[in-house]
């Protein structure tokens, strides 16, 4: 489905993302870890089209989505999470759920309707006429994901929509993204918050320094010597 082939992106002398390559399936969770800085943020950027890749190039399905404008990758089927949150704080949240579902719903009637299905699915019903500024931090980060959703993606990217939650809204936050998965929609996920995605994901990929040092099963890649030294501790 998404496939990352030998992607650079360099900011002036920076490599944020050097010559970068993995695939994610429909209906796979694959988890994107590494240190802070390592480039995991700047490769979002540059799947969904915020920064066109310095080298290589990035493919949903058959086609390139490397180079597109944001609205232009969303259209094609890719839809992203901020890592710091892009709320809009004064509308209500069935409104910023709605700003997602206008991409291709032409009736504001249809686009409310959509974000009501989305906001059940997240688990938001009841805070559908809150202002969104009001919604715990948990509740903001399902209702960036409720708003991702909308634009009807074939593939999800979150940055680190866990951070900062305590552990039953992490597994809340868990409990959302496994019902995306069961949709059929590829989720890539940058985390710091190991309990979280470990347990999910089919497969991490590690980056450091921004280059992929790892990419395998959470087992296999918890227990190898070059993740544990860059990131993982002993
Ligand atoms: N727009 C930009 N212009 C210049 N440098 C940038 C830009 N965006 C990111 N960088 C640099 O690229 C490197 C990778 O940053 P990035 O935000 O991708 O890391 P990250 O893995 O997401 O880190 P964190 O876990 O802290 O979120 C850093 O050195 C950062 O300063
Ligand atoms: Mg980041």
Redesign the pocket.
């Known amino acids: 489905m998404l496939h990352v082939e030998r992607v650079t992106?360099r900011?002036?002398g920076?490599v944020?993302?050097e010559d970068v390559s993995f695939d994610v399936d429909a209906g796979q969770i694959v988890g994107l870890i590494?240190?802070?800085?390592?480039?995991?943020?700047?490769?979002?950027?540059c799947i969904a089209g915020y920064?066109p890749p310095s080298a290589g190039t990035i493919r949903l399905g058959a086609e390139t989505v490397a180079g597109l404008r944001p609205e232009q990758c969303a259209k094609a089927g890719i839809a992203r999470t901020f890592?710091i949150a892009r709320t809009f704080v004064s509308m209500t949240a069935q409104q910023n759920v709605m700003v997602g579902a206008l991409l291709h719903e032409r009736s504001v009637r249809r686009a409310r309707a959509r974000a009501d299905e989305l906001l059940d699915f997240v688990d938001l019903s009841r805070a559908a006429e809150r202002p969104a500024g009001s919604l715990t931090i948990s509740e903001q980060r399902r209702l960036a994901v409720a708003r991702a959703l909308a634009t009807r993606p074939r593939v999800l990217l979150m940055?680190?929509v866990m951070a900062g939650l305590n552990p039953s809204e992490v597994r809340e936050a868990v409990a959302v993204v496994l019902r995306i998965r069961d949709r059929g929609i590829a989720c890539l996920i940058?985390e710091?918050v190991l309990e979280g995605i470990m347990p999910i994901a089919d497969r991490i990929v590690v980056?450091d320094y921004?280059r992929k040092i790892a990419d395998g099963t959470p087992a296999a890649v918890s227990s190898d010597p070059a993740v544990i030294a860059a990131y993982l501790g002993d």
């Open positions: 992106k900011f002036g920076l944020a993302n590494g240190p802070n800085g390592a480039g995991k943020t700047t490769l979002f950027n920064f890592q940055d680190e940058v710091h980056l921004g």
